[in-house]
């Protein structure tokens, strides 16, 4: 089986005070904090697991630096990586991170199934739910399908979600079969964030 993984996405977070606002997030009972290219670990959260989604045409120049950095998940997109996607998985567990890869909305399923199959794969899928650039866009339910078509194939693999959820959204992609939730606006504009993020784990364990 599977297991939620909320994942607060810093992008939304107070840049300023990066450290304190991924404390205030894993005070609230977030799993994962969602790191889009720059990592962070630091005295208040150096247990933290930093969710690295790479939105980067060359990922691979990043696997060493965010090695280093304490990145513990390392998603490249499928769309940039096309020829050296093996060589990336490789590198990117000899650096003891957990490979994932992510696709666009125009990008099919289908272009995820050999890093799914492949005897060295990755660890998760993210399926994208808003095109990648910023928080807040609306979420794209026809995405769902995606997940649907993974979750029954791989029963067990980590399927994260990304763009647009909130407690509005969260039941349609938790019922579709998507584990790990990613969440900037929602979760960082909330006036009560623990509220959101329990609610968000509830609906992936119904
Ligand atoms: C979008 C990023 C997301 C973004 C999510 O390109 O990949 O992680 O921060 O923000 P919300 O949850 O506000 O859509
Ligand atoms: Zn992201």
């Given at each position: 089986g599977v297991t939620p993984k909320i994942a607060p996405s810093?992008?939304?977070?107070d840049f300023a005070n990066l450290a304190s606002e991924a404390k205030r997030m894993l005070d609230f009972g977030a799993d994962w904090l969602h790191m889009d290219i720059m990592a962070l670990r630091s005295?208040?959260?150096?247990w933290a697991y930093l969710d690295c989604h790479l939105m980067v045409t060359n990922p691979i120049d990043y696997v060493e630096p965010l090695g280093k950095a304490g990145a513990s998940g390392f998603t490249f997109h499928v769309e940039v990586s096309k020829e050296n996607w093996q060589e990336l998985i490789q590198k990117i567990k000899l650096k003891g991170m957990r490979p994932g890869v992510a696709l666009k909305p125009?990008?099919?399923?289908?272009?995820?199934y050999p890093l799914i199959n492949s005897?060295?794969?990755?660890e998760m899928v993210l399926v994208m739910t808003?095109?990648?650039?910023?928080?807040?866009q609306k979420f794209m339910p026809e995405m769902m399908d995606k997940v649907r078509v993974l979750r029954n194939k791989y029963p067990s693999l980590d399927i994260e979600v990304d763009g647009g959820l909130g407690p509005s959204t969260i039941d349609v992609a938790a019922s579709a079969g998507a584990n790990c939730i990613v969440a900037g606006s929602s979760v960082f504009g909330a006036p009560e964030p623990a509220a959101v993020i329990s609610l968000m784990r509830k609906s992936v364990l119904e």
């Open positions: 810093m992008l939304s977070s005295e208040p959260n150096h125009g990008t099919p399923i289908e272009e995820v005897k060295n794969p990755v808003v095109e990648p650039g910023f928080g807040g």
